[in-house]
């Protein structure tokens, strides 16, 4: 309770921007269907917010190191708010394109200020039940985001207007918290071939898991209109998505620690591959088993980077550790970035179901490298304890700090309660 109400004003915070920036990439894809956007153009925003995302990411800790926390985080919202506002002033794709980078830099932005002011505050013995809280109130904040389109009407002023109060409001618990601001962290150096020198499979991993969750919730509104599900029905579909996903953490969290992580990952993928295969064949005949389907895929899907990650932090140094994050970063970006407009012309040429193929292929070729990269060494390294890994900024890595340090077996350290 203590360490919740200490850091109170950070985690609201964090709640208030994931109900704007999580709610404008649903809203923004039926918005363009409405406004008779082609598909391809819907898929384009998708990809310009994570292309936003990976600037922010890059920027905000040099920002901070000129400014300050406050005043960062501060720029960062009110570019958020432009972008929100901007949407009805100008009906335009390429606009609107222009716009989502904004948002995507102002929630990677305002991530990075976050997690390096609790960077500074944690302490070893609180450092686990902080990460644990944050994880919580992010992944609730993100499943209450994508219900914010059930009651949000597309294309209109006053839908726009309400994420973009929502996101001015989350200036007010950090700049008027009474702690003081912290002292500004170095910016990590980014260094992607890190990852590739440490696990080839991992670098691989992250970027399938981009492609599997950029492409359902940034294109998903538009598989939902184009297999007749309601506005309601898409909100719950992209939720299932993130349910499974929160509820699959503990789970593939014991299984990686206790097997060999390139087999979990490997069967995650073909899980991942029957989920997507299961979803095109049964199509718009089933409102509540897409739902259902939806969640399953979210169960495969969306541990994926985390497992990814730990195994990358298994060659690695502690001293590498917060580069290497940054690094596994940078090839989710990459991913991300590509897969939604990629996501969008498959549909546009080859139906709804074109999304979910393209997902099963990625997945695919992930089995097949991960095989090869078997018969290349053995498991090996320092092995380290699996965490769920935000994808939220560069400096993640150097949040969580000691706790891939801890062995799986270790369950007396307080960082593991």
């Known amino acids: 309770m203590r360490v919740i109400i200490s850091f109170s004003a950070l985690f609201l915070s964090v709640v208030l921007l994931q109900l704007s920036s ?52 501060a720029a960062f919202t009110a570019t958020g708010a ?20 904004a948002t995507g830099l102002c ?40 219900m914010v389109i059930s009651v949000l009407e597309p294309a209109t002023y006053v839908s726009y207007n309400i994420l973009a109060i929502v996101c001015c409001a989350a200036l007010l618990p950090l700049t008027l918290t009474k702690s003081a601001q912290p002292e500004t962290p170095s910016a990590p150096r980014l260094r992607p071939m890190l990852a590739v020198t440490r696990s080839p499979l991992a670098a691989a991993g992250v970027v399938v898991a981009a492609l599997s969750s950029a492409s359902f919730r940034m294109v998903g509104p538009i598989y939902g209109t184009e297999v007749g599900l309601s506005t309601d029905q898409i909100a719950w579909f992209l939720a299932s998505f993130v349910l499974g996903g929160a509820l699959a953490q503990y789970p593939v969290g014991w299984l990686a620690d206790k097997y060999d992580r390139r087999w979990v990952l490997i069967w995650l993928s073909i899980a991942a591959i029957l989920s997507c295969f299961a979803t095109i064949a049964i199509g718009a005949s089933s409102t509540s088993v897409i ?127």
Not at 29 to 40: E, M, P, V, Y
Not at 86 to 101: E, F, G, Q
Not at 309 to 324: G, I, M, Q, W, Y
Request: glycine share 12%.
């Open 107 to 146: 929630i990677a932005g305002c991530y990075t200020v976050v997690e390096a002011w609790l960077q500074s505050k944690v302490t070893n013995e609180t450092r686990g039940r902080t990460m644990g809280i944050y994880r919580v109130v992010d992944m609730g904040a993100s499943l209450a985001a994508q």
């Open 22 to 73: 999580g709610g404008v990439g649903p809203l923004d894809a039926l918005s363009g269907l409405a406004l008779d956007f082609s598909t391809a153009q819907v898929g384009l925003l998708g990809s310009a917010h994570f292309l936003g995302f990976f600037i922010g990411c890059w920027w905000a800790p040099r920002l901070m190191g000129s400014v300050g926390h406050s005043r960062a985080f």
């Open 82 to 101: 432009i972008g929100l506002l901007m949407h009805m002033i100008i009906i335009d794709p390429m606009a609107w394109a222009m716009m989502r980078i």
């Open 291 to 417: 739902m259902l389907n939806a969640g399953l895929f979210g169960l495969t899907a969306f541990p994926i980077f985390s497992v990814a990650s730990a195994h990358a932090n298994d060659f690695a140094t502690s001293e590498e550790r917060v580069e290497l994050s940054a690094a596994l970063m940078f090839f989710f970006a990459l991913g991300a970035i590509a897969a939604p407009y990629l996501s969008s012309r498959l549909i546009d040429h080859f139906g709804p179901g074109a999304m979910f193929m393209l997902i099963a292929a990625g997945h695919g070729l992930l089995i097949i490298f991960g095989l090869s990269r078997m018969k290349v060494r053995s498991s090996g390294g320092n092995r380290t304890r699996y965490v769920y890994a935000p994808r939220t900024s560069f400096v993640i890595g150097r949040l969580m700090g000691r706790q891939r340090e801890r062995k799986p077996d270790d369950d007396n350290d307080p960082e593991t309660q």
